[in-house]
């Protein structure tokens, strides 16, 4: 018996290795809890590694080995646990890819900043707005600037389908690390669907980064640096903020306001709201967008997707961008962020980075793994840069690099106007 039950849990250990590297995509029923379980296995691995080799020590130890379905059950693990230490280290590659990536702007001062203490301020109002106050968290430097010198800021931007999620949950290691550094990051919550209706959300956090504005000198802030993050419906956010800075569609009440950033890193975003290249299934559409988000349906007003899509707001003015994305994503396809990065870098005055992780799931940042630390350097490695650049007044017009990309996969390689950005 002991030597059956460790053969069904090899199979069943085995059986989340290979969801983890082919997680189910299309699947109604099995779509969200192959999500779940990939996730879990790809961005825990480490746990799973250790727990596996104790239990099977605990069934080694109990003599499960005495028959030979015991050894079967033995090699089936051993052939798992090889499979987990691919993905360990395609977590782990995640650095020198982000390295390649940016090489263009190489900088190795960019880390030698101490690291100081910080600070965190909860539940700070920003809006008030249908009946409810919308709230925001500060990270920040415990020790103030030095004299005569401001912070460059960064809103964070969770996501959670339109639907879900709060500021506590995600973008925490990304903002703990960048506020060790001398960053002051802001994660804002805003009103979720059905309750809200598209474009609330947008609204909403126009309003937030107006509010850091006003209230820059109270935190050290420079108001004319800041950057924009966010993941999954947070990095949709974050990248219709950056394409559409001063918008006054989206700015009543806060007309004159200053909307605008100096940088922007969507993370595995969305950034298709009409499945034009049917890379979402059906349901994505007419389960969440038409009656929960947007309130409308895509046959009768199909314009006002294609306006709440970044893909269709790209345009020459935009910040520099920093694109983030894994190649596992089964909530957010690969394929729409290299098509978003692609068309934004053909027009784009500014450099498009994009950054494809291999072996990543959606929302991998959420859990400080691996992966996600070596991100989260990237990610500061490119807003310092664009903050010296800011700081010495050089236009940002420097090329992306040739990127090996996976089959299918298009390569950003420069802003369009490569005559101007040589000079």
Do not use: C
Request: proline residues 7%; glycine residues 6%.
């Amino acid at each position: 018996m002991i030597s059956w039950i460790f053969l069904a849990l090899s199979v069943v250990v085995s059986l989340f290795t290979l969801n983890a590297y082919v997680p189910v995509r299309r699947n109604k029923l099995l779509f969200l809890p192959s999500f779940f379980a990939s996730w879990l296995t790809i961005e825990l691995v480490w746990w799973h590694l250790i727990w596996e080799v104790a239990a099977a020590g605990m069934f080694i130890w109990l003599d499960a080995l005495d028959r030979p379905v015991g050894w079967i059950a033995l090699g089936l693990l051993v052939i798992n646990w090889l499979a987990l230490l691919r993905i360990l280290l395609s977590g782990r590659a995640a650095r020198l890819l982000a390295d390649k990536v940016l090489e263009p702007i190489a900088d190795e001062t960019y880390d030698l900043v101490h690291r100081g203490k910080i600070s965190r301020d909860k539940d700070i109002g920003f809006r008030r707005v249908a009946g409810r106050t919308l709230r925001l968290d500060v990270f920040r430097p415990s020790a103030p600037p030095p004299p005569g010198t401001r912070r460059p800021a960064v809103l964070q931007i969770h996501g959670g389908g339109w639907v879900i999620g709060d500021k506590r949950e995600q973008g925490i290691p990304l903002l703990k690390h960048l506020a060790s550094r001398g960053w002051v990051g802001f994660n804002a919550n805003y009103r979720l669907s059905p309750g809200a209706t598209w474009p609330d959300p947008l609204v909403d956090l126009k309003h937030a980064v107006a509010w850091i504005r006003e209230h820059a000198d109270e935190y050290d802030v420079d108001r004319d640096f800041i950057a924009v993050t966010g993941g999954s419906a947070g990095g949709h956010l974050a990248a219709m903020m950056a394409l559409t800075e001063n918008d006054l569609e989206y700015q009543a009440g806060i007309e004159d306001a200053d909307t605008s950033f100096q940088a922007a890193v969507p993370f595995y975003g969305v950034y298709d709201f009409t499945n034009r290249n049917d890379t979402m299934p059906d349901e994505f559409i007419s389960w969440v967008l038409e009656p929960i988000v947007m309130k409308r349906f895509i046959a009768d007003e199909p314009d006002e997707f294609a306006k709440a899509s970044p893909i269709d707001r790209v345009h020459p003015d935009v910040p520099p961008f920093f694109v983030i994305h894994g190649d596992r994503d089964t909530l957010a396809p690969v394929e729409d962020a290299r098509e978003f990065a692609r068309k934004l870098g053909e027009v784009s005055k500014a450099p498009v980075f994009y950054l494809e992780l291999h072996g990543a799931q959606h929302a991998f940042d959420v859990f400080t793994s691996i992966r996600t630390r070596r991100v989260v350097k990237a990610v500061h490695r490119f807003l310092a840069v664009q903050h010296a650049r800011y700081l010495q007044g050089i236009p940002e017009q420097v090329a992306a690099p040739e990127v090996e990309m996976p089959e299918g996969a298009v390569r950003v390689d420069e802003p369009a106007d490569v005559e101007r950005a040589a000079s």
